[in-house]
């Protein structure tokens, strides 16, 4: 948590279509603060340049992506990334102490055969089974089929 009480949050990606949608909606939740705004080609770019709509709330510049730097300011990390490139940071951020949420296919599917058919990658794949790096929507089918 931060000084203020509020989750440490960052976002890579946070330039692309699912990246801004996510900070809209994220500007409204209480115990939010948005501490890092990650990308590639926006790197160095003030967020306010690229989304004039959103510059009177959010006063960050998109980061270049350093894993160190997302660990050593963020406690949760959301990744709105291109799929096949989530299973090689997710790992890593969560070795370091993030929780992560990924919102590419990178850990949607259960079955390592369906992933490599579409993605053609196998790469890290096999965390997918591990309960740490679930995708979210198994947690949460999990935590519905307790409940039911």
């Known amino acids: 948590m931060s000084n203020s009480g509020k989750m440490t949050v960052g976002i890579v990606g946070a330039s692309g279509y699912g990246g801004v949608q996510l900070i809209r909606l994220l500007l409204d ?41 997302i660990a050593s300011r963020c406690e949760i990390v959301f990744l709105g990334l291109p799929n096949g490139l989530a299973c090689d940071m997710a790992p890593q951020l969560i070795e370091k102490g993030c929780k992560v949420l990924d919102l590419s ?39 519905f089929e307790k409940h039911n």
Request: with cysteine; proline share 8%.
């Open 29 to 69: 939740h209480p115990k939010v603060e948005i501490v890092y705004l990650g990308g590639d080609s926006s790197a160095g770019k003030p967020y306010a340049e690229l989304y004039p709509h959103l510059g009177h709330c959010v006063d960050l510049t998109i980061e270049p992506i350093d894993l160190n730097v």
């Open 105 to 143: 296919a990178d850990y949607r599917f259960k079955d390592l055969d369906t992933y490599t058919t579409w993605y053609k990658k196998i790469a890290a794949i096999a965390l997918l089974l591990q309960p740490p790096f679930m995708a979210y929507q198994n947690y949460i089918e999990m935590k």
